[in-house]
């Protein structure tokens, strides 16, 4: 299976600021998602990170809100832009190989004060 | 995809004990089912997964069923140990090629010693 990293684990962010989150997988991979987990839920799709190219979003998700980057196979970033305390959340990024399996993260725990 | 519900059901059993965790699926067209663990403070870590070609699957300790006409997936545990204690989720792709995973609500397991 893919070992996948993310960066920061965890941070405390003030209303208004914004964080990029970074995700690196071990290797190539032919998809990249983000996911978000509010407290105490289940995972939503945010977008499909793809090489190159600008994300595929989610109903209810923009890239003004969340800019995300893939700039090769193995490597990706979601920001979180101009922050309010709703975004407190878990965030998760995950990635499928060419076995179909689809592999996550261990998640970044952002809270917004 | 998007999450199904905001409420998590839990589930205790006594170790030794076999555990079952349901899910109802709700796209009918969807033909990969996949089963996660969550550990608190750790992202999702697949378990098992089955193909709609299938109505049984098994792996080591846990068992998925799979029940197309009502859209229905459940995950067996057999002799649950302290280590199974953690949420899990059931997902699946919304159509049949796409790897966008739309996941259940959750089912929180708690094993009692």
């Known amino acids: 299976s893919a070992v996948i990293s993310q960066k920061p684990s965890r941070d405390i962010c003030q209303r208004g600021t914004s964080l990029t989150i970074q995700c690196q997988v071990d290797s190539q991979v032919t998809m990249m998602f983000w996911y978000r987990q509010q407290p105490g839920q289940s995972l939503t799709l945010i977008a499909t990170a793809n090489q190159g190219s600008e994300a595929t979003y989610e109903s209810g998700f923009v890239i003004d809100k969340f800019p995300i980057s893939r700039p090769n196979l193995t490597f990706s970033t979601l920001t979180v832009s101009n922050m309010s305390p709703e975004d407190s959340s878990i965030y998760l990024c995950?990635?499928?190989?060419?076995?179909?399996?689809?592999?996550f993260g261990p998640g970044t725990r952002l809270t917004v004060l | 995809g998007e999450s199904v519900g905001l409420h998590l059901p839990t589930l205790s059993v006594q170790e030794g004990d076999n555990s079952i965790i349901n899910c109802a699926y709700s796209n009918s067209a969807s033909d990969y089912f996949i089963w996660y663990k969550q550990e608190s403070g750790k992202g999702p870590q697949f378990i098992i997964d089955?193909?709609?070609?299938?109505d049984k699957r098994q792996g080591q300790r846990v068992t998925v069923l799979l029940n197309k006409t009502v859209k229905h997936l459940s995950l067996q545990i057999a002799a649950t140990q302290p280590g199974d204690s953690a949420v899990y989720f059931c997902a699946w792709p919304p159509s049949g090629s796409a790897r966008q995973l739309t996941f259940g609500s959750g089912t929180q397991l708690t094993v009692l010693p």
């Open positions: 995950s990635v499928v190989g060419y076995t179909d399996t689809q592999y």
């Open positions: 089955i193909r709609s070609n299938m």
